[in-house]
């Protein structure tokens, strides 16, 4: 609510600055990012785990180097990735300060079962990606229907993917802040799932 009021309401379109696809993705998952090497900083080698990585920079480089969209409003990727930022730092302050793991963590079923999940739904993200790239041709911004894929059983196959991703996240993670984020993920990318209808 407050950067809503403090970026305006959006209504004059004209005086918006624009970032492309490939910048905007950088700026916002790179802050997402460094939140997390921010805390593992002083951390000890065997507790920097490189996957917690996989989803900025798969987003950042590969995603962004490949998608081809229309340019991004300033404001909404400053939204972005103030959210990004401080969500990074909650779930690694959670995870580096604040969560307790027993000794037999690493054999939780639980664990796996997030991970299992998290990883079904990062493969469905990434191939519904790029059934949606290849849709349209190079400069083309016509509307076409996706097929293939889990675009045979839901519209928003990629969104599903995202918020799969982040409910087997949840399910891993097993906090608080873990679950707030699959939630909001919900909150936010299901409404935009069901318009896509």
Not at 5 to 23: H, Q, T
Not at 41 to 59: A, F, G, K
Not at 89 to 107: D, M
Request: charged share 15%.
């Amino acid at each position: 609510v407050v950067l809503v009021s403090v970026l305006g309401s959006g209504k004059s379109k004209s005086r918006d600055m624009l970032l492309r696809p490939l910048e905007e993705k950088l700026l916002l998952h790179v802050a997402a990012g460094t939140a997390v090497q921010i805390l593992l900083q002083n951390q000890p080698e065997e507790s920097r785990d490189p996957t917690v990585l996989l989803h900025p920079v798969s987003r950042s480089f590969v995603y962004s180097l490949l998608t081809r969209g229309r340019p991004v409003p300033l404001k909404i990727i400053f939204s972005s990735i103030v959210f990004c930022s401080l969500n990074g730092f909650l779930q690694g302050h959670y995870l580096l300060h604040c969560a307790q793991f027993q000794h037999t963590w690493l054999r939780n079923t639980r664990l796996f079962a997030g991970v299992l999940v998290f990883s079904i739904g990062l493969t469905i993200n990434i191939h519904s990606d790029h059934i949606l790239r290849n849709l349209r041709k190079p400069g083309e911004y016509v509307y076409r229907i996706p097929r293939g894929g889990m675009f045979e059983f839901v519209s928003g196959a990629n969104f599903f993917g995202e918020i799969t991703e982040w409910c087997g996240y949840a399910l891993a993670a097993w906090s608080l802040p873990a679950f707030a984020f699959a939630f909001f993920t919900i909150c936010s990318i299901g409404p935009r799932a069901y318009y896509h209808h």
